[in-house]
């Protein structure tokens, strides 16, 4: 029998509050971020996320947000941190061959997140700071394997390894996690076989040796035990789950997802030998695409894309990649013809419509390649070169305000304080007009010159123990 939801969930006063793991989550956050890059591709973001919130959307309802992330790292792992915060390596999701899998691991690592198995286990050592906790928490999720270093690194110093074991999840942990994973899963209309087959892709790692064994199962033990129950699961269970059909926005996210963030020798003979064994495979012939982008053979990846839309005319992303490359050989009428038909299919892809404003800024259409960027950034907030262009529009444009404004967060956003404060503090003299903005450049100037009080300070004691 599985077990309902609201059964599977611990009381409020076992754990830390609500804000405490905010807080927590926010110094973890810094931890991860200045460790290891985030794959920032909407495509693939926008992919995991939707997994993870269709997922989310049949628990009952949460205390927290969940936000999902892919780490760009190969070793295979998964984590998920108090607040809702779901981390993914890269390697493990290229590991991958359908959405079920996908879905496997977020909902496992959703039910973690809401037993509150961290937070539980932190309220016992609340004698600590959070930041010292933060790290405590970041070691254990990080250190091993081919995050080993970065990993002991977080946890040294900042407790025994008695006390950061004592942090770990327990086998009852995730025995209530994987009921609770197996409830959500079916509820989300997916089957558990996806759930056991990347664990056991996980576990054959091991050959590696006892140092190289996956961070996910270092740290979510007992996994020849829990795959055997989610196998007896199955047979009870998943003849009557009413699953969801494979989706070729899985395959589309996994070819972008190799081509451009796997090593590059191994993504070209990937796609090479993939289009070779089935020449009209339009997402083979789409990855391969991307990959010879990658590399600079833009000619040659012109011809790939346009060989998959022979298959699919109107796909809007292999269009973008087309469009993309025109626009990087310099082919501008060329590119925004492309651009310009994809936009009309996909209106929210934020990659096309960066290059399609890029276009309309070469071939002189100011005003719309202006409307077109900040399309972006109403989209995303985060797709930073966007802003920078967008300032480079608007000062041709002599609209000097506006481009101090986006220049000023370009610069914010890339974390270079000096050219933020001037071209922000330039801004302010233009938007007496408009109150939100000049309240917003305030409030931006004011945590800008925060920062840079205190990284004078950090510089000054490092100064002095020289």
Known sequence: ??????????????????NEEETLSREFMKVVSSRFEFIQDPLITTYVSGIGKHIVSVLPPQPFSYHFYVIRENVYNAFATPAGHIFINSGLIMAMENEEELAGILAHEIAHVACRHISQKIDRSKKLQIATLAGVVAGIFLGVGGSAVAGNAVTAGSIAAGQSAALAYSREDEMQADQLGLDLLSKAGYGA????????????????????????LSTHPASEE????????????????????????????????????????????????????????????YGYGLVLGRIGRRDDAIRQFRAALAYQAFDPYILTGLGQMYFLEGRYADALRVLDGASSISEN???????????????????????????VIEITGTYHKAYYFLGDI????EKLGDAHYYLGMYYKNTKDIKNALFHLR???????ADPERAQHIRQMLEELQKQEAELKVDQMIKDRKR
């Open 394 to 397: 608007y000062g041709k444009m």
């Open 1 to 18: 029998m599985v077990l309902s939801a609201p059964g599977l969930f611990p009381g409020r006063g076992y754990a830390i509050t609500v």
């Open 349 to 375: 892809d934020p990659e096309l419509l960066f290059y399609l404003g890029r276009s309309q800024m070469e071939v002189g259409d100011l005003e719309a390649a202006a409307q077109t960027l900040g399309q």
């Open 193 to 216: 076989n996806g759930l056991l087959s990347v664990l056991e892709k996980i576990r054959a790692k091991q050959w590696f040796g006892s140092d190289q064994i996956p961070s996910y």
């Open 226 to 285: 829990r795959m055997a129950n989610i196998d007896v699961w199955i047979e009870k269970h998943d003849e009557a789950v009413d699953k969801k059909k494979a989706d070729p926005a899985f395959a589309r996210m996994h070819a972008r997802l190799l081509a451009l963030y796997e090593e590059e020798r191994i993504a070209l003979e990937f796609f090479e030998a993939a289009v070779k064994k089935n020449p009209d495979d339009a997402t083979a012939l």
């Open 426 to 432: 330039k801004a302010a003299t233009y938007s007496t």
